[in-house]
Every structure is written in structure tokens, then in C-alpha cells.
């Protein structure tokens, strides 16, 4: 585990490939997680990613400056660990999509452009998953189909606990279920998936005008959605 104020104490760093995967040893030692597993990722630009980020330390450890290495080490630790429970969350996403509540009749404008930027995505969903969901004007609740939540239950499970914590992480942030499954699907970039899914608080934005607290937390949710971007990106990449 890595403590505040940790020194550096090792001298070389190496890339380890065997039977598990990819991992990095430290001096020899394969490196492990904060609950003690051993780290082993699936593709080799990851393991790069991990490697060049334990190398450019100098004299202090700092977690928050290795976001592949912390992020890999979640996946082993906390996703793996709990996955049916997490796809149960996701699933509960699913049901509650954010894309199919509407603006009510009274504000036309928005929902104009609710229905531009967002029908498209119902319909790929349906197109190409064969998966139906209904919507509703307002904030009475809408339930979806026993069929379609099987459907979004399959397309969950498709998924390893690598992917998985991108697809979980990304619906957390965006509260939709299918514009993340467009991001994982790369249907969409980071930036596009923000704007999606954010689109009522942006149209609200472009109407009244931006807070700085709107605007702090605007801009967190954009750099984590680019962070998970940049961590699926070493996940698909080709072991070269």
C-alpha cells in the first residue's frame, strides 16, 4: 500500500510479462496493490503506462500522480471483488435512463433540443441492440420493459471487470446508461458523452449564465470522463 510521504526505495523498474498478463516489478518485485495482489493488467500499453509512471518518481511517492497504477489497482481490489453487485447498480441505471426524462411542455426549447440531441441515441439502442425504452415529459418516474432490462442485463455481463469499471465509472458520472455504453462502444469521445449528458445543465448555462460552482464541477466530471478516456485507450490497445 502506498502511505502519505512514502520515499522512493527502489532503483529499477521493469516490465513483466508472463501467463497472468502484464506487470511491473520494482527491483525485481512485482509490484502489488494496496490490498496486497498481486498487479497484473491485461495489455501491455498499460503496463508501460503503470511502468513510466513508477520511474518518473523522485523522491516521494505520490498516489494522485499515477492514475493508471491507481486505477488498475481498483479494478484488481474493488471491481473484481464485487462485480455482480456493481452490475446490478449499472442495471438499476438502465431502468432510470437519464436520456428518456424530457423537459415538460412548458419549456419547448429544451425539449426541442433534447429530442435533437438524444432520439439518436434511442435509436441505435433499438437499431442495433433491439432494445426499446420508453420516455416521459417531466418527473413522473417511467418503467421500462422486462425486455429491455434483460437486453441492457446482457450487455452489462458482456463486459470484463476492466471494461466494466470504465462503463461503471462513466454511468456514475453522466447518470445514462446508454450514452456511456455509446463512450465504451467509442460511439462517443469523453468530451461528446460531457456534452450529451450534460446537455440540460449547458443549455441552462447558455440561458442564465455559469456559477463558479457549477463551473468547478462541470469541469471534474469533463477531466475524469477524459481520464477513464485515456485508461479504456490502453485497455483495447494491441500488445506491441
Known sequence: MIKKQMKRFYNEVALIADETGFGVSLDGRRLKTPAGAELSVPTRPLALAIMD???RVDEQIDASLMP?????ATVIDRVFTQMPALQAELLEYAK????????SQDEAELAEFQSQQWDKWLAWMQQDHQ???CCTHGIMPVAQSADTA???????????GWLLSCLYRA???????????AFLENKLDADSLFDASCLDELFQNRKWGLDFEAETRQNN?????????????LLIAENR
Open 171 to 181: 454511468v456514475q458520472l453522466t447518470s445514462s446508461f446508454i450514452l456511456s455504453y
Open 131 to 133: 432494445i426499446s425504452f
Open 150 to 160: 434483460e437486453k441492457c442485463a446482457i450487455l452489462i455481463g458482456q463486459y470484463d
Open 53 to 55: 509512471e513508477w520511474e
Open 68 to 72: 493508471y497504477f491507481s486505477a488498475s
Open 221 to 233: 466530471i469533463k477531466a475524469e470522463l477524459s481520464d477513464i478516456e485515456a485508461f479504456l485507450k
Open 96 to 103: 432510470a435512463e437519464l436520456i428518456c426524462y424530457r423537459a
